[in-house]
């Protein structure tokens, strides 16, 4: 690909992440270009190629394998407003390398006669293993407040330092960081999470620098403590991909309540979907955790009815979720034994499989009481769940004899009694 432009009489070079990847070590599967041809100019060489960005001079083209490399056209800043920048064609390399965010990620490679560019020592900086901006720090961050969250993502994604004026350069970001679209926001934290091994490490920073306080207020103190939870929780590959990410920003806002984090998470435009996930799992630890943990860091688990109150209150499709998320906070706190954790999870999980402890478990349903005659209306609800309780206490009784007996016998406490109650 790179042959065909320099062939056509066009400079060419590889740029951006995948030269930084490949200095350190990691395989990169994107390579992307940086050309002196223009837009027009690339997709005349290329039969398969889609507009990706064509204002910004970026082309998809694809290769053999069907893998699509961006090639996008030497370009300078002309204007920036925080975040949007306007772009004019016609730039050289250097201009091209100037106008990139930090030193690891302007580095030029050139793919035919393997010789590296590097004018703002990138490979320096690699070695060094800091987040550097490019030029002024100061005026960099300032055109674009997005790479306050961009520094901030690699250095914990690579386990750098920040450099010193690119770190006060961020601090100084945090109250503009507002004007970030929340779309934006959104997506550092989630690159965060799917990137970064330890993701803690990027958050600290965030609350440190000021970027919580502005944009996820309720996080602005959290604790290094929760934070650590995240790292905690099992290593990709053990875990699907949405139940990772809902249990990382569960424990993120473990802390919060689920109020908060329903608000958070809503502020932030995340799906309804994730929401629901993520404020339950959050509010279920808020209401279970006080008493659950005084109970495992004494050594002891909660009795058979206990647990099944538990994941009864939990719920049954959460409770898998609930315990690696427990895990992952009393692991962080060094609070438990991990061995206690293991057996309360094995425990809770047989539990909630093979005891009743939902409504659709119980031996009667609705149909039942009403055709024989024991309860109608609200009231029918009122003893299906009185019966569940019962149930929960004592598996034993959950057969249709033994719940008529009980629903005919015990009335189901009327509206009033629930009040003064
Ligand atoms: P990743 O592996 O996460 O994709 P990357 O370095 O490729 O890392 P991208 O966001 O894909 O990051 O951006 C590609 C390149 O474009 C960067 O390496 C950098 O040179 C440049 N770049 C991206 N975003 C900005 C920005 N906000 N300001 C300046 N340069 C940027
Ligand atoms: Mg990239």
Same mark, same amino acid.
């Given at each position: 690909?790179?042959?065909?432009l320099?062939?056509a009489?066009?400079e060419?070079?590889?740029?951006?992440g995948?030269?930084?990847?490949?200095?350190?070590?990691?395989?990169?599967l994107?390579?992307?270009l940086a050309?002196a041809a223009?837009?027009?100019q690339?997709?005349?060489?290329?039969?398969?190629?889609v507009?990706?960005?064509?204002?910004?001079?970026?082309?998809g083209?694809?290769?053999?394998?069907?893998?699509?490399h961006?090639v996008t056209?030497f370009?300078?800043?002309?204007?920036?407003?925080?975040?949007h920048?306007?772009?004019?064609?016609?730039a050289s390399?250097?201009e091209?390398?100037?106008?990139?965010?930090?030193?690891?990620n302007a580095?030029?490679?050139?793919?035919?006669?393997?010789?590296?560019h590097?004018p703002f020592?990138? $490979?320096?900086d690699?070695?060094?293993?800091?987040v550097?901006?490019?030029g002024?720090?100061?005026?960099?961050?300032r055109?674009?407040?997005?790479?306050?969250?961009?520094?901030?993502?690699f250095?914990?994604r690579f386990?750098f330092d920040?450099?010193?004026d690119?770190?006060?350069?961020?601090v100084?970001?945090a109250?503009f960081?507002?004007?970030?679209?929340?779309?934006?926001?959104? $997506?550092e934290?989630?690159?965060t999470?799917?990137?970064?091994?330890a993701p803690?490490t990027?958050?600290?920073?965030w609350?440190?620098?000021?970027?919580?306080?502005s944009?996820v207020?309720?996080?602005?103190?959290i604790?290094t403590?929760?934070?650590r939870?995240?790292?905690?929780?099992?290593r990709?590959?053990?875990l699907?991909r949405p139940?990772?990410?809902?249990?990382r920003?569960?424990?993120?806002?473990s802390e919060a309540g689920?109020?908060?984090t329903? #608000?958070?998470?809503?502020?932030? #435009?995340?799906?309804? $979907?994730?929401?629901a996930n993520v404020?339950?799992l959050?509010d279920r630890w808020s209401?279970?955790?006080?008493t659950?943990?005084?109970?495992?860091?004494?050594g002891?688990l909660p009795?058979?009815a206990?647990?099944?109150r538990?994941?009864?209150?939990v719920g049954?499709?959460?409770?898998a979720?609930?315990?690696?998320?427990?895990a992952?906070?009393?692991s962080a706190a060094g609070a438990? $034994?991990p061995?206690?954790?293991?057996?309360?999870?094995r425990?809770?999980?047989?539990m909630a499989?093979?005891?009743?402890i939902?409504?659709?478990?119980?031996?009667?349903d609705?149909d039942?009481?009403?055709?024989?005659?024991?309860?109608?209306?609200p009231?029918?609800?009122?003893?299906l769940?009185?019966l569940?309780?019962v149930?929960?206490e004592?598996?034993?009784l959950?057969?249709?004899e033994?719940?008529?007996?009980?629903?005919?016998?015990?009335?189901?406490p009327?509206?009033?009694?629930c009040?003064?109650?």
């Amino acid at each position: 690909m790179a042959r065909t432009l320099r062939q056509a009489g066009f400079e060419t070079w590889c740029v951006g992440g995948a030269v930084r990847d490949a200095l350190l070590g990691e395989a990169h599967l994107d390579w992307d270009l940086a050309t002196a041809a223009t837009p027009t100019q690339v997709r005349k060489l290329f039969r398969r190629t889609v507009p990706v960005g064509i204002e910004f001079g970026t082309i998809g083209v694809f290769d053999r394998d069907h893998r699509m490399h961006e090639v996008t056209t030497f370009r300078r800043d002309v204007k920036t407003d925080g975040r949007h920048a306007v772009v004019e064609f016609g730039a050289s390399l250097d201009e091209d390398l100037a106008r990139r965010d930090f030193t690891i990620n302007a580095i030029a490679y050139d793919p035919i006669d393997h010789r590296l560019h590097d004018p703002f020592g990138g $490979q320096v900086d690699l070695t060094r293993r800091v987040v550097r901006a490019v030029g002024d720090a100061e005026a960099r961050l300032r055109e674009d407040r997005l790479r306050a969250l961009r520094a901030i993502r690699f250095a914990a994604r690579f386990g750098f330092d920040i450099d010193h004026d690119t770190w006060q350069a961020i601090v100084g970001s945090a109250p503009f960081l507002t004007r970030l679209s929340p779309e934006r926001v959104k $997506q550092e934290l989630e690159k965060t999470m799917a990137q970064v091994l330890a993701p803690s490490t990027a958050f600290v920073r965030w609350r440190d620098a000021g970027a919580f306080a502005s944009l996820v207020p309720t996080l602005a103190h959290i604790d290094t403590r929760t934070l650590r939870a995240i790292d905690a929780l099992p290593r990709p590959g053990l875990l699907g991909r949405p139940l990772r990410k809902t249990l990382r920003f569960a424990a993120l806002f473990s802390e919060a309540g689920g109020k908060q984090t329903e #608000r958070a998470l809503r502020d932030l #435009r995340f799906s309804n $979907q994730d929401i629901a996930n993520v404020s339950a799992l959050v509010d279920r630890w808020s209401r279970y955790a006080p008493t659950l943990t005084e109970m495992l860091s004494e050594g002891t688990l909660p009795d058979d009815a206990g647990l099944r109150r538990l994941a009864a209150g939990v719920g049954r499709l959460r409770v898998a979720a609930f315990v690696r998320l427990a895990a992952a906070r009393w692991s962080a706190a060094g609070a438990v $034994q991990p061995s206690l954790v293991r057996r309360l999870h094995r425990r809770i999980i047989t539990m909630a499989f093979r005891e009743p402890i939902e409504l659709a478990d119980l031996a009667v349903d609705g149909d039942d009481l009403r055709s024989a005659g024991i309860a109608t209306g609200p009231a029918l609800g009122r003893t299906l769940h009185a019966l569940l309780q019962v149930v929960i206490e004592n598996p034993a009784l959950n057969s249709r004899e033994a719940l008529l007996k009980i629903a005919r016998t015990h009335e189901p406490p009327s509206e009033t009694d629930c009040r003064s109650a």
